[in-house]
């Protein structure tokens, strides 16, 4: 079983949609991160959180320790969104255990 | 902005070939990583270097692996015996005290 499942796997929707990915893990973590990776292959952080919840411009994310699990909302999507968002643990010692990645298309 | 650099953007290599890989991480960053993302799957740990060694390394890293910080200022990556099963994009990334990590854009292997 991984330590970092994300749903869906892939996901597709309507410029203008609000979008929700899901991480579940399943290890005791020190921080948990959003990363985007657009088609050319460069990962870009977004968020690192520990508890509650952090928001910049459109994109929210929010983590429940008690339940392991971290929801990325993006409102108002936009076809500049359309990009793979990974999430990554740190856990323990200080390397990034990654999720597989949720691919996101949005369309005009 | 500060970033992590990494060089060459695309390498293609003959297998059995050596190679290395270079990145420049940012400036006053003390830990040092090295991950790989095969084609189609997720990305994993390769090697973590604090202080001048190694502090872990995962399976994936053996013998035909190494990595040096030679300057203070590149960190590279050495793969010395290339295998078609090396083909991947290989990311570097660096942090200073705290967790967040900050990636290069990676350099795609490739093995033929």
């Known amino acids: 079983k991984n330590e970092v499942e994300q749903s869906p796997q892939n996901l597709t929707a309507q410029e203008g949609e609000f979008i929700t990915i899901n991480c579940s893990y399943s290890v005791g973590i020190s921080a948990l991160h959003w990363l985007q990776q657009h088609p050319g292959g460069g990962i870009v952080s977004l968020f690192m959180?520990?508890?509650g919840k952090k928001k910049h411009g459109r994109l929210i994310a929010t983590i429940n320790i008690q339940e392991k699990h971290s929801s990325l909302h993006i409102t108002a999507s936009h076809p500049r969104d359309s990009a793979v968002y990974i999430c990554?643990?740190?856990?323990?010692?200080?390397?990034?255990?990654f999720g597989t990645g949720t691919r996101l298309q949005v369309f005009p | 902005e500060p970033e992590v650099t990494q060089t060459p953007s695309h390498q293609v290599t003959q297998m059995g070939q050596e190679v290395i890989l270079r990145c420049v991480p940012i400036s006053n960053h003390l830990y040092f990583y090295w991950y790989r993302q095969i084609l189609g799957q997720k990305v994993e740990f390769l090697v973590s270097f604090y202080n001048n060694e190694i502090s872990e390394k995962s399976e994936i890293f053996d013998d035909q692996f190494s990595v040096e910080r030679p300057d203070g200022s590149n960190f590279t990556l050495k793969i010395r015996s290339t295998k078609l099963e090396d083909s991947a994009m290989y990311f570097c990334a660096s942090r200073k005290e705290g967790p967040e990590a900050f990636f290069g854009q990676g350099t795609r292997l490739t093995v033929v």
């Open positions: 959180l520990s508890s």
């Open positions: 990554a643990v740190s856990s323990g010692t200080d390397k990034l255990i």
